[in-house]
């Protein structure tokens, strides 16, 4: 079985998608240019710290409550 001249001659996996890592053309027409990797990472970044935000904030809204307003005495006393 002979390889094109495309082929590196090192393959990935059992022989599959590993050529594209030594071919620079190549990698570059399957992930796209490199600003889209920068936008995909800022994205990411800016999902992940919206989730913490969204998580973190009820319970800061809770804890201010409880300590500020909350009065327990008022609770049991009925």
Same mark, same amino acid.
């Given at each position: 079985?002979?390889?094109?001249?495309?082929?590196?001659?090192?393959? $990935?996996?059992?022989?599959? $998608?590993?050529?594209?890592?030594?071919?620079p053309?190549?990698?570059?027409?399957?992930?796209?240019? &490199?600003?889209? +990797?920068?936008? +995909?990472?800022?994205?990411? #970044?800016? *999902?992940?710290?919206?989730? #913490?935000i969204?998580?973190?904030?009820?319970?800061?809204?809770? &804890?201010?409550y409880?300590?500020?307003?909350?009065d &327990? +005495?008022? *609770?049991? &006393?009925?």
């Amino acid at each position: 079985m002979a390889h094109s001249s495309e082929c590196s001659g090192l393959r $990935g996996l059992n022989g599959i $998608g590993g050529d594209y890592m030594l071919n620079p053309q190549r990698k570059q027409s399957i992930t796209g240019p &490199a600003q889209g +990797k920068d936008l +995909k990472k800022w994205l990411r #970044l800016a *999902v992940v710290f919206l989730y #913490l935000i969204s998580v973190s904030l009820p319970s800061i809204v809770l &804890a201010t409550y409880y300590i500020l307003f909350w009065d &327990a +005495k008022e *609770v049991y &006393a009925r």
